[in-house]
């Protein structure tokens, strides 16, 4: 990130690692940060386990879930567990249930051992845990990441075959998968959509709620960090946002970077900043509430302060599983102080008229996972909300810089699926017509010496490597011929996003990026690319769908993406951080390509 | 001396009575502080007033001299004792009789008193002065009739070894033993906690051999050490293990150490969640029977509410049958949506050849080939229907719906096999449906809460096996049922919250349970609120309102239905039969028509978390209108 450190702009939202500061704000805490104080769920959680329970744990966006993950991996690990980590939104590419099972054999082998299995004939999820689990260790931990993510086609399918192996575990011999077996379902999920209740191995799981900082904790939190100079603000901080993770690190951070300027309160001049829109926690979590029915119904209840909590009402836990209420003597109550002024207004009827297509569409952005789909939300303020047209459901994010911008994820990874990027783009051009299309996200970068987590690619050209030809020479060796279709950026944006670049002095990469349906993370495999194409610079999965869908349609596309990984094998380290911050760094620099006019056409 | 008072130290403070009386023997009453601030001084005082001070100082001496020849010589006879003959044998006899719960042997004529097995406590007494860790285990090993000892090598000094118990509510079917010769400490420990989850699936609990006890202020005998540790480790040090090879209950001796040393969280023998462990399967002895006797002339249908037992009540069954000459087949249906995937189940589960393009026709050839290695007549069981039977009963296509169950029938009434289904809801509308071919196919066999007896039992049993016991049983257990009635899964969810309770407790202090214990449970919101939800499982909004009526005294669907219409809900009288029988099912309320009360008599109560029945009345309504 040698060139985005160099930056001059000093409002700069890129990352780079020397940027960060005493406090984590925004995708999980790394494991060697200070910047992380244990919650009792955690102690709940790992207290489960050890008594061979199964949990499901639900809490917020942004309240660390998958950081106490992270941590309850590295806990049980060094203690006897074979653990995996899988971050289920990672999945892709194919929606059959033999090609996920193949895939979750894969993440398992590689983090607890044992062979994956090839098998392409497998519909039995305790079968291809039992091929693939080593002898040792016994004990095993699923940690199952973002469960909602999952496609709908056979997800009942894997949480039944769940429920079946726990249901499996007083019989059969010892050393059988049911009885190895145990498995954390993390997210921010209502249960009881994800399947019927007889089915549901949530039924028989431990429930953990992640909680919210105490001012104890937090009082920890600016120790470990070494800035106890803060611990005055403290109170201030938790009166207004009761504790709440990602806003409590967000307000002392903005109270860290305050010190030695002029600012009278820095926790006012921080909470202003989150209310204004800056940061987008606020439209995250309105979103979340405008999006579900019963939120929706609810928010006006609880803001009133006298709704009686009843738990055994679907949307009373949902209210406290996204964040917006909780239980206070039998009352369900908005969160914190903040949301209470942030979302007054949200709870009168006339916010919620079901939006409809707008009249025009300047930017459609496509996006292929929740971190990018995050990235983007949060990057554009224009507005809010949902429309639906035929099949597709789309994001109106208003207009920004004068620009319509709506924005699509596309429900599977790659080009070629069902719900892959080609079909997705191509329909999304006919029901919304947009004058540009634009993909952020992550990529992987091919030249490890010229770039780092967080470097952006912008292609001038895009390479689909799938297509070739196999064939055979006089020697009876395989012989491939290259036979990719490219596409090519449309000259105008090209020069606007180059001239772009060049202002605002950012490193910006500009190249052949290739694009396949593989999820390459094999170093081997990797260097193969750079055969067929030795200038490229960086390879994803879904820009080819994009651009030949667009350019079909003959509408102009870009896309831009950031390095998050360069598919040596290393893909997990601080995979969702590193993503986070790549997906982070793409968008900004989109926000800013449409700020700066460079894709008014 | 008559009294002894001792300064709680910590050791001092966690020593069982029992232990404080050995030590002191001749001390008429001995107490610690904290003994003596409850009511132990008081009672003492009184009880030496009383007796005017006097006690037999020879008896206790006597008892002395013998627990000392049996610890060097592992016998004694009334030559050995400096008293006539005749008291020698009466000092011998009443020796033995006090301490009933060690491996004694008394002389027909009472002339000798030895172990019963002084072999075992001859090894246990070498042990303390020239320690050797394997012997230690084969001592341990034979006491406790471990078999199928496996070495697992070692790990941070520690030799460990897996073996196969006579498992019960507490042991595990595997125990992993370690042992360390020397120092150890925290160290040690986590290291045999590791070893277990690695070695042995879902082990909780492991046992480790020392020369030495850990020293009163050691991390690991604190507590939280143990609660940080992936599997409990109850450290037996050469005293313990003596007692337990002197004992005449080595397991008893065994659980009692774990009681007061291990993270009870990790030996509780209660489960709340999924299928209940056999050895905590109590009662269904009717069921059973009613299943047995019904699967003579007819398939049947277990159903019942949501974690009511039905699936381990299948699974026992399945046992059961096996016993009786049956060829029982389980399997599991959660993931079985439609007929295709039945198949893929069975196929793999049963290892049978079955079409890919299988039809309700191709049962037939799925039972021949069951029936072709199978030596009595086959049985079915299948678990959790309701998902394939809604399939089975929506589907449009070639064949007509409900084929599944209309070729089931068909092999029931050919004998080629009978059926046991189970399920909730689905099914139970199917077989109350006189149009439905599940009508007059197999016999519905309700499943409800268990009886008085059992439902103590399933309480009591297990904290009995862990060696603890009600102070006021039948209080107790009156007060079980007054917030169960006998439901099982909210019985074992008291079960293990009172052994949490024990488990924040002293360790000298977990041996014992009351009222009070109880009360603490039931009285807090969350009860209420595992209460609602567990017995209205998967009511509707409709049935809970109903519930809360007849909260409000409507004790009849006629009356029920006036209370709806008063309150403007439109509902006719099947209706409102349709949900009582619903309730019925869940075992909420009793009787149909005219007499309806409530079965789960808690639930009024209960009801008071959601603001009353009254108040959740106004809420129900508010929801259908929502709805």
Same mark, same amino acid.
């Given at each position: ?601 | ?84 003959? =005749? ?110 989850? =690695? ?214 009434? =050919? ?66 049922? =007054? ?145």
């Amino acid at each position: 990130m040698a060139g985005l450190s160099n930056s001059s702009s000093t409002n700069s939202k890129l990352w780079t690692m020397a940027e960060r500061n005493s406090f984590v704000v925004g995708g999980p805490v790394p494991l060697e940060s200070r910047a992380y104080v244990e919650r009792s769920f955690e102690e709940e959680l790992f207290s489960a386990l050890t008594a061979n329970e199964w949990v499901v744990l639900l809490g917020p966006r942004q309240s660390g879930k998958t950081s106490a993950l992270a941590r309850l991996y590295r806990r049980l690990s060094t203690n006897g567990f074979g653990c995996a980590f899988l971050d289920l939104q990672a999945y892709g590419a194919d929606d059959s249930y033999g090609h996920f099972l193949r895939w979750l054999s894969q993440a398992v082998a590689k983090d607890v051992g044992g062979i994956a299995t090839e098998r392409e004939d497998l519909e039995s999820l305790e079968e291809a845990l039992e091929e693939t689990l080593p002898d040792k260790p016994a004990s095993i931990v699923l940690l199952l990441d973002e469960i909602s993510a999952l496609p709908e086609s056979w997800r009942k399918r894997f949480f039944g075959q769940l429920r079946a192996i726990f249901n499996a575990r007083t019989r059969g011999v010892e050393d059988s998968v049911p009885r190895r077996l145990a498995c954390v379902f993390g997210g921010t999920f209502r249960p009881e959509e994800m399947i019927e209740g007889d089915n549901s191995p949530f039924n028989v799981s431990r429930y953990v709620k992640t909680a919210e900082f105490s001012e104890a904790d937090l009082s920890n939190l600016v120790a470990a960090v070494e800035r106890e100079e803060l611990s005055p603000y403290i109170p201030t901080i938790y009166n207004a946002v009761r504790g709440q993770p990602y806003l409590s690190q967000l307000l002392l951070s903005y109270v860290e970077r305050s010190a030695g300027s002029e600012q009278a309160d820095p926790v006012e001049d921080g909470l202003r900043r989150v209310s204004s829109g800056e940061d987008r926690h606020l439209s995250s979590l309105a979103r979340q509430i405008k999006a579900d029915r019963g939120m929706r119904d609810l928010l006006p209840e609880i803001l009133s302060g006298s709704l009686r909590f009843d738990g055994t009402d679907d949307d009373h836990l949902f209210a406290e599983v996204i964040g917006v209420a909780r239980e206070e003597n039998g009352r369900l109550i908005v969160a914190n102080s903040l949301y209470a002024a942030s979302f007054e207004g949200l709870g009168r009827e006339e916010q919620f008229v079901e939006p409809t297509l707008p009249d025009r569409v300047d930017v459609l952005i496509v996006t292929a996972n929740d971190i990018e789909t995050a990235s983007v939300h949060d990057a554009f303020s224009g507005g809010a909300d949902y429309f639906r047209v035929g099949e597709n459901s789309y994001l109106d994010l208003g207009i920004n810089s004068g620009i319509r911008i709506v924005t699509i994820r596309c429900p599977d990874m790659g080009s070629v699926g069902s719900a892959a990027s080609t079909l997705v783009v191509a329909d999304a051009i006919r029901e919304v017509n947009p004058t540009v299309v634009a993909m952020v996200g992550v990529a992987f970068g091919l030249v490890e010496e010229d770039q780092q987590i967080g470097t952006i690619l912008v292609p001038d050209e895009v390479a689909a490597y799938e297509v070739g030809r196999i064939g055979t020479d006089d020697g009876g060796t395989e012989q491939r011929v290259d036979r990719s279709p490219h596409y090519n950026l449309d000259p105008t944006i090209h020069g606007r996003l180059r001239d772009l670049a060049v202002v605002q002095e950012e490193d910006i990469q500009f190249g052949i990026v290739l694009s396949g349906e593989k999820l390459v993370d094999n170093k081997a495999f990797r260097d193969s690319l750079l055969e067929i194409e030795p200038e490229a610079i960086g390879g994803e999965m879904e820009a080819a769908g994009v651009c030949a869908a667009a350019e079909r349609a003959r509408v102009p596309w870009v896309i831009v993406k950031a390095v998050c990984d360069f598919a040596d094998g290393n893909k997990g380290t601080e995979k969702e951080f590193n993503q986070k911050m790549a997906a982070d760094n793409a968008t900004e620099f989109l926000r800013r390509a449409v700020e700066a006019g460079a894709l008014s056409l | 001396m008559s009294l002894i008072v001792l300064a709680d130290g910590r050791g001092v403070a966690e020593a069982p009575v029992r232990i404080l009386q050995t030590l002191f023997e001749s001390v008429a009453a001995c107490m610690t502080m904290g003994q003596a601030e409850e009511s132990a001084l008081v009672d003492a005082l009184e009880s030496a007033v009383k007796n005017n001070g006097a006690r037999n100082t020879t008896r206790s001496s006597l008892n002395n001299l013998i627990r000392l020849a049996l610890r060097s010589d592992g016998q004694i006879g009334v030559d050995d004792l400096p008293v006539p003959p =005749e008291t020698a044998r009466l000092a011998l006899a009443g020796y033995a009789a006090d301490n009933e719960d060690l491996d004694l042997d008394l002389a027909v004529d009472g002339s000798k008193l030895a172990w019963a097995h002084p072999q075992r406590v001859a090894v246990a007494q070498e042990l303390k002065s020239d320690f050797d860790g394997s012997a230690a285990m084969d001592l341990l090993a034979e006491t406790l009739a471990l078999r199928d000892i496996q070495s697992l090598g070692s790990a941070s000094r520690v030799s460990v070894v897996r073996t196969a118990t006579r498992t019960d509510a507490v042991l595990p079917e595997s125990l992993v033993i370690g042992w360390v010769d020397g120092e150890w400490g925290e160290t040690e420990v986590q290291a045999l906690a590791r070893a277990t989850r =690695e070695h042995v699936p879902g082990s909780r609990l492991a046992i480790l051999l020392v020369t030495q006890p850990a020293t009163a202020d050691s991390d690991v005998v604190a507590r939280s050490f143990q609660r940080n540790l992936v599997t409990t480790v109850v450290p037996v040090d050469l005293e313990r293990l003596l007692t337990i090879a002197g004992s005449a209950s080595p397991r008893d001796a065994l659980v009692e150490l774990i009681l007061r040393n291990a993270d009870l969280t990790k030996a509780n023998p209660f489960s709340t969640r999924g299928v209940t462990r056999p050895e905590m399967f109590y009662g269904r002895s009717s069921e059973k029977a009613d299943l047995l006797a019904t699967l003579a002339t007819n398939s049947a249908a277990l159903i019942g509410g949501r974690r009511i037992g039905k699936t381990s009540l299948l699974q026992r069954s399945a046992e059961l049958l096996s016993g009786e000459g049956w060829s029982p087949f389980v399997a599991d249906l959660q993931e079985a949506g439609d007929w295709k995937s039945f198949a893929a189940h069975v196929s793999n589960k049963w290892d049978v050849s079955l079409p890919k393009t299988f039809a309700p026709s191709h049962l037939e050839r799925l039972i021949e080939q069951l029936a072709d290695r199978s030596q009595g007549p086959i049985v079915l069981l299948l678990d959790e229907v309701d998902y394939l039977l809604k399939w089975d009963q929506s589907h449009r296509g070639r064949i007509p719906p409900e084929a599944f169950f209309r070729a089931c029938r068909a092999l029931s009434q =050919e004998k080629a096999a009978q059926f046991v289904f189970s399920g909730e809801r689905t099914i139970s509308e199917r077989l109350w449906d006189p149009a439905s071919p599940h009508w007059n196919f197999c016999r519905p066999l309700l499943v409800k809460q268990l009886t008085r007896a059992d439902s103590d039992e399933l309480l009591s049993g297990p904290l009995a096996s862990l060696g603890v016991t009600f102070e006021d049983h039948e209080e107790c257990m009156d007060l079980q049922w =007054e917030f169960t009635q006998g439901h099982p899964q909210i019985v074992q969810f008291i079960g293990d919250k009172l052994v949490g309770l024990l488990n924040d407790r002293p360790s000298a202090d977990r041996s014992t349970l009351n009222a009070d214990s109880l009360h603490q449970i039931v009285d807090d919101d969350e009860f209420r609120q595992h209460y609602l939800t567990t017995y209205w499982g998967q009511a509707t909004d409709f049935e809970k309102l109903l519930t809360s009526l007849i909260a409000l005294g409507s004790t009849s669907v006629t009356v029920l239905r006036d209370a709806l219409d008063e309150r403007g809900v439109d509902a006719s009288g099947e209706n409102v039969a349709a949900g009582i029988r619903m309730l019925d099912l869940y075992g909420i309320v009793d009787g149909m028509h005219d007499e309806i009360s409530f079965r789960a008599t808690f639930m009024p109560e209960a009801l008071e978390l959601l603001g009353g029945a009254e108040q959740f009345v106004l809420d129900q309504l508010q929801t259908l209108d929502d709805g």
